[in-house]
């Protein structure tokens, strides 16, 4: 029915986003950089199964509508594709391929060709854009080229050489992003280099629906956390809070590490946490992983699970 439903609305444009993180602060971003120029409707909150996106099409949406974003999550194998085929995209974002819920899939190879599926089941005449920065993303994309060899709908972004969009000069300063994509600079009121790849998987999207140059990077240095999940809080008594417990993966993880070590004017530093979830047999790895870059840049460690005390370095006694 949802799909029957959108078939009546020809000139509405269908943006897809999926990835291991990344998918709601993507999508907002874009809503945020587009919403002047078109009519929007994206998912809410963390809606991003077979079901909400059927309720929202359903229930939400109108012929007024130009452009659709929407937020596609997976446990499984199948489901995007699912998706994919009720609203099929016209833009299709890969934020990420990482190991997050990899003891829901088995493997990193299929959590990898689960969210290959954003790419293969799009549109015939898609755009798509993938990060190459993400440690299994090239997993994602060797599954696709060995269906689409030829498939050339794909545009990659990140720091590595190779990306057909490149980021550089991702750096804090006075605790807000700023970055280069393409050799033009970008400001904003974002907390957190992580978001560099996020603002640049929308600044594409942008782009690609008609938007100048100027107007997005207008609207990126308006951008700021209020958006998203993560945020920094100034308490009245001086001190900060980095509330960045929404959703927990190594790479987050690591990120959140290195703003924390990038904030200005920090005498002391505390980091509170109960670990991360879903990692299967990789859990100890990636603890001791994180744990030991926490151990450089925190002063104490409080931890709330007494067993992830095990993965703290051996000479870290507080």
Known sequence: ????????????TVVGITGSYGKSSTKDFIDYLIKEDFQTLK??????????IAKLILTKIKKHHQVLILEMGALSQGE?????????????????????????????DNLAKAKSEILLYMRPDAKAFVNLDAPATKKSLKHVYSKSPLDMRIQTYGTHQKANHQIGDIQMKKNKLQFRLDKKSYKSQVYGVQFAHNLTASILVAQALGLKHETIKERVSKLDNQLISTQLVKHPKGFYILNDSY?????????????????????????????????????SYYHRKVFKQAAKYCDVLILTKPHLQKYLPRNFKK
Do not use: W
Request: aromatic letters at 4%; one cysteine or more.
């Open 1 to 12: 029915l949802a799909h029957i439903k959108l078939a009546h609305i020809p000139n509405l």
């Open 43 to 52: 998912t809410p909150t963390n809606i991003n199964t077979e079901i909400g």
């Open 80 to 108: 995007i594709r699912k998706m994919c085929k009720m609203a099929p995209p016209h833009i299709s974002v890969l934020t990420a391929v990482d190991s997050q819920h990899l003891s829901l899939f088995g493997s990193l």
């Open 247 to 283: 959703n927990s993966n190594p790479t987050g993880f690591l990120s959140a590490l290195d703003n924390l070590n990038q904030t200005d004017n920090t005498k002391k530093k505390y980091l509170l946490s109960s670990g991360m979830f879903e990692l299967g047999k990789k859990s």
